[in-house]
Every structure is written in structure tokens, then in C-alpha cells.
């Protein structure tokens, strides 16, 4: 093969590379300092070890968005320390998850996708008519569980305890996300009996995977109401 054509793939062969890799940088991490993936936001594309000297600042994310590809570890402390979660799709709401709300002060970016021009779509806030969330209606009080993730597909309503998801038509293991109405707090199980891994819920949460109790294993629940 001539030499001039060797160096013409080979040149080629490299540019591909490059464009690969700015492909993937440019799909990003997006904090967020408001739950629903709303308010002031920045988006990152390398780890960075202390949020404080960022435009976002230190112990102020309520909420991020990874996009395909991506994959984000939030720190609790500076440098890489203290609790952590990982994430690798959004989560409207870090309350619910280890890492915790107001708290993330460091992050790890890893991305490894071909999505290039990724942006994190706007989201409407509670009651803006996005994803399947429904409303309360008056007097209605206690927990929507979802099979889906961001209040889709088939739910169920529960208003009292569940010792076994097992006995319900909604089943054990199969929620996604969760809809809590004001003034009640839901404690999801991972075990029949109030057993096992839990986590509180005072408001929705889209995707339950980012939780301590996780995603396709809740098996019973709590619910209390003020």
C-alpha cells in the first residue's frame, strides 16, 4: 500500500479518536441546586475534588442529571470522602439518596458514551404535567408506588401498613418510584415484615435505584400521616 495512503488512514483513524473523545466529554454531569432539576445549575465533565471553588459552590445540590454514557460518584466531603452515591441517570431528588441533600462537596465524572450535544432537558415542577405524577385529591393521604421510574406505568395506592407487597395486586419487588402526599412520611422496606434495607419518603422520588432501599426490591411499607 503506498505510503501516502498509510498516512492518509492513519490520520484519519486519529481524528475518529479525538472526535470519540469529545464526543464523550461533552455529555456531562449537571448538578442542580433545586429538586426537579431546576434553579442554577452547572454541568461538569472531569471529577472534581472540591465543589466550593465551582460556580455551584459546595453542600448546594438538590438534584442531577446524568446523561447516557455518563456515569457521576457525589461525595459528601472534599476530596473524594465520606458518604457517596453513585449515579448514572437523573435523580430529582437527593434527599432520598447516601449522599444526601445540601451536602454533595466533591464528584467523580466518568463518561464513556457517543452522545455528543447532550443538554439536560428542562423539567416541569410538581403539577407542570410532566412524566405520569397525577394530583392529590382533597382528603387523599398516604403513598403512590410506580413500577416505572418517574411516576409510569402501573401504580398502586396505599393509605395504611403493608406487611407483605406480596398479598397486593401491585406485588413485591417491583417498584420504581414512589408519590408521597403532604404531611405523610412512607418508610419502604427491601423485606417482608419491616425487615431489611429502608428508606424514609416525605415527597416523590423518580427513581428509586439511587435510594438505600433500591429499585425492583421494596417488600413492605409504612405509612404515616400527620
Not at 178 to 194: Q, R
Not at 195 to 214: H, I, P
Request: charged share 25%.
Amino acid at each position: 500500500m503506498p505510503a501516502k495512503h498509510l498516512r492518509t488512514l492513519l490520520i484519519a483513524g486519529l481524528a475518529t479518536a479525538a472526535l470519540s473523545a469529545a464526543d464523550a466529554r461533552a455529555q456531562g454531569v449537571t448538578l442542580f441546586r433545586d429538586r426537579d432539576l431546576m434553579g442554577p445549575r452547572q454541568t461538569f465533565y472531569d471529577d472534581v475534588p472540591d465543589l466550593k471553588y465551582t460556580q455551584i459552590g459546595s453542600r448546594r445540590a438538590s438534584s442531577i442529571a446524568v446523561s447516557p454514557g455518563c456515569t457521576a460518584i457525589v461525595y459528601e466531603y472534599p476530596n473524594y470522602r465520606g458518604r457517596s452515591t453513585p449515579f448514572r441517570d437523573d435523580d430529582n431528588n437527593l434527599r432520598n439518596t447516601s449522599v444526601g441533600e445540601d451536602t454533595a462537596s466533591s464528584l467523580r465524572v466518568n463518561c464513556r458514551g457517543s452522545h455528543p450535544g447532550w443538554r439536560p432537558e428542562e423539567h416541569a415542577p410538581h403539577g407542570g404535567g410532566g412524566g405520569g405524577w397525577g394530583h392529590w385529591e382533597s382528603g387523599q393521604r398516604g403513598a403512590i408506588l410506580y413500577r416505572d421510574r418517574d411516576g409510569e406505568g402501573p401504580r398502586a395506592f396505599f393509605d395504611r401498613d403493608v406487611p407483605d407487597l406480596d398479598r397486593t395486586r401491585f406485588g413485591s419487588r417491583m417498584a420504581s418510584s414512589i408519590d408521597v402526599s403532604p404531611g405523610c412520611i412512607v418508610t419502604l422496606y427491601e423485606l417482608p415484615g419491616y425487615r431489611g434495607r429502608s428508606t424514609d419518603f416525605r415527597e416523590r422520588d423518580n427513581n428509586l435505584k439511587n435510594t438505600a432501599v433500591g429499585e425492583d426490591t421494596v417488600s413492605s411499607l409504612r405509612v404515616r400521616c400527620r
